[in-house]
Structures are given as structure tokens and as C-alpha cells.
């Protein structure tokens, strides 16, 4: 039923939320045309014929964003690949840095991507502080990846930030530390306090350059920030963990149970006990506020490598690998071949005769949705 669907209560309850005058970025106006019109003519596709007897098919293409559930599979699959294959031999961990709620509303502001930026790097900075420690790794070269969350299981807006740390560096005369033991890391006090001065400092600076920038209570400065750390073996289960939502949204279309008049009803666990199952229910217009809170402003990398985990640092992995007598495990694995469309008929295989064109490219300009065109074959270039 596709009203059962993230898409289905887009187009449902979207006539209701937009009446309400709610305002609605670029970004997201990208992201309801996108999501609204994944797999429709919109967005072009191909024509498969059998050549047994003759039964077409329309396939139409994806539209790869980001906040789309029908998307992200073979991009999630590369980005475990591409990560499993820069896992140096040593103990891995992670480690998530989490904002107190009293900040969250600076994420709404004019200045949110400047926002983001000031979480990105107060964290990866006291991150890179505290591995550098003598008394704890003592690494001058470290190396981690950042992914950013922003949701919870209630689709709730709660930025977070995953670190994966191999527990191996350089010092500062380029040879070779590593974790002493592979249950601690860098003491959780420590780098809580860090992560908390580097982030005043920097959205001092910030404040400085805007002064709209919403005001923060100061007693949020005296709070003990949410920073948690926790052993991960050789990496592979928290590449994996991650993997399942590097690309993915924060609600997938299978989680939905039931739309009923103006409300939506969807699953999520409870993770204060024990993960138990319960079901949420929002009116139409609620849910797609908070669906499209998760909608990050356009240019904003969600993903950031940093040291020797940068891709472009293949040279420092391989030689931090060498020194641990391990080596750089082999090239990913490329995407497995999309099998060949076979015939509903007969079953034997189809073949593309015809290349329809997109409607459009998205702009961020794009009315929140549209009427969706029939397939067509009046704007369609042959393939040969």
C-alpha cells in the first residue's frame, strides 16, 4: 500500500504541513520532490522488451538522495568495503561525541552549517588532543572516521557523532604506538572535558561573526557532556554498525504499520529497556516535521575522514600496517552486477530498447511535490 510508505505520507499529509505555513529549506524542498518522485517517470529509466514475446516493462531510476528509504543500498555496501579495506591491524573502538539538548536548536538556525562544522571539529580536535596524550596513546599522527547521526528511534532530533579509532599511530618522531590495552582507549573524563572547551571556544568564535546566532544558556557549560567509548576488536562490526546508516535515513518505510485519518503510526525500540518494541503515533503533519529536521542543508558531508584514515593517506596506513606485521587487507570488493531482467512471461531475459529521459534535474527549486506523469515513450531516445 503506498500510503504505508514515507513517500505515501508525504504526498498524504505534505498539503497539510505546507498550510500551516511551516517553513521549508532548499534542501528539504529537494528532498520531498526527490523522495516523492524516486522510481517515476520524473526521474527517467528504461524500457525492457522481451524478445520471446514481446512483453515491455517500464524501469524507472532511482533518485539516490540521501534522506530517500528506497536508496543507499550499493552505496552503503561500497562504503563498507572501501572502509574494511583500510583497517591497519590494530584494535579499533568507537567512540560517540552527543550535544546536550539545551544546543540542539542552533542546528535550526540561518547558521547551521556553520553549526555542524563547529561539532564536526570541536569533536575530531579533542579527539586528536587526547590520542596524542603521553599518558594515554601518545599518537601525533592518529587517524579516525566521523559519521554524523541526527536522529534517534522516535525520529527526534538527536545529533550525534560515531568515531571509529584504530588504537595505532605515529609519534611525534614518526614510529610506531599502540593501545596498551585493547579495552582503553583515552579516559572518558578527559576527552568529555575537552570536547566541551573546544566546542565553547569555537562557537565563542562563531557568535562573534553572527550575531543572530540564538543565545545558549550558560549552564550548559557546567553539564557533563555525553561522550562514550567502547571497544570494537579489529574494526570489522563497527564498520558494519555504521554501515547501516552512513546512507540510510531515519526511518525506513518498512518501520511504518499504519496511516489512519491524520495520523501515522510507526515502530521503534526502546532502548532504556532493553530495546523492547513499541509503537509511535504522530499526525501526519507532526512526522514530516520531524523527518524533515533530519534533512541536512545542501553541501554538508555527514561523513569526515581524518589522519591516516583519509583516503588519500594510503601510504601512512600501509606503512603504520608494516610495523604491525600486518598488511593492508586486498582491494574491496566491487558491487555485485545487477542480474538481467527476466520476462514475467516467459522468464527469459529482457533487453533495453529505450532510454527515457528525466523530466528534470533537481535544483532545490522544485515545487514540494507534483502531479507524476504516466510512462511515456514520447520523450525517450533510443539506445543504439
Not at 60 to 81: D, I, K, L, M
Request: with cysteine; net charge positive.
Amino acid at each position: 500500500m503506498d500510503s504505508l510508505t514515507v513517500s505515501g505520507v508525504l504526498r498524504r499529509f505534505l498539503p497539510d504541513y505546507l498550510r500551516e505555513r511551516r517553513p521549508v529549506t532548499p534542501a528539504q524542498r529537494r528532498a520531498i520532490f526527490a523522495i516523492t518522485h524516486c522510481r517515476t517517470a520524473v526521474m527517467g529509466g528504461h524500457v525492457h522488451v522481451c524478445g520471446d514475446c514481446g512483453t515491455r516493462e517500464f524501469a524507472y531510476h532511482s533518485c539516490n538522495h540521501r534522506s530517500c528509504p528506497q536508496c543507499g543500498r550499493g552505496a552503503t555496501f561500497e562504503w563498507v568495503q572501501r572502509e574494511l579495506g583500510k583497517r591497519i591491524g590494530a584494535p579499533y573502538y568507537m567512540v560517540t561525541f552527543t550535544l546536550p539538548e539545551d544546543l540542539r536548536a542552533l542546528f535550526f538556525s540561518k547558521a547551521a552549517p556553520d553549526v555542524h562544522h563547529v561539532f564536526f571539529t570541536a569533536a575530531s580536535r579533542a579527539l586528536a588532543a587526547a590520542l596524542a596524550g603521553p599518558r594515554w596513546l601518545g599518537a601525533a599522527t592518529s587517524g579516525f572516521t566521523m559519521v554524523l547521526h541526527t536522529w534517534n528511534q522516535r525520529l527526534l532530533f538527536h545529533p550525534h557523532l560515531h568515531c571509529i579509532v584504530p588504537g595505532a599511530g605515529l609519534d611525534a618522531r614518526g614510529r610506531i604506538v599502540v593501545v596498551k590495552n585493547e579495552n582503553f582507549l583515552v579516559p572518558q573524563p578527559v576527552l568529555r572535558r575537552a570536547f566541551r572547551e573546544r566546542f565553547r571556544a569555537l562557537l565563542g568564535e562563531l557568535a562573534a561573526k553572527d550575531p543572530d546566532l540564538p543565545a545558549v544558556d550558560g549552564a550548559v557549560w557546567e553539564k557533563d557532556w555525553g561522550v562514550h567509548l567502547q571497544p570494537f576488536g579489529g574494526g570489522e562490526r563497527a564498520i558494519q554498525y555504521l554501515g547501516a546508516y552512513v546512507s540510510r535515513t531515519a526511518i525506513g518505510d518498512s518501520r511504518i504499520v499504519g496511516v489512519e485519518g491524520d495520523r501515522v503510526m510507526f515502530r521503534w525500540k526502546d532502548r532504556a529497556n532493553g530495546g523492547a518494541p513499541r509503537i509511535e503515533t504522530l499526525t501526519g503533519v507532526e512526522f514530516i516535521r520531524r523527518y524533515l529536521r533530519h534533512v541536512l542543508p545542501r553541501g554538508m558531508k555527514a561523513i569526515r575522514h581524518y589522519g591516516f584514515c583519509h583516503p588519500a593517506a594510503k601510504a601512512s596506513r600501509a606503512i603504520i600496517a608494516a610495523a604491525l606485521g600486518t598488511a593492508l587487507p586486498p582491494a574491496p570488493a566491487e558491487t555485485p552486477p545487477v542480474p538481467p531482467r527476466t520476462c514475467p512471461c516467459c522468464g527469459l531475459s529482457m533487453s533495453i530498447v529505450v532510454r527515457l529521459l528525466p523530466a528534470r534535474r533537481l535544483t532545490g527549486q522544485e515545487a514540494p511535490f507534483a502531479a507524476r506523469p504516466p510512462p511515456t515513450l514520447a520523450a525517450a531516445r533510443s539506445c543504439a
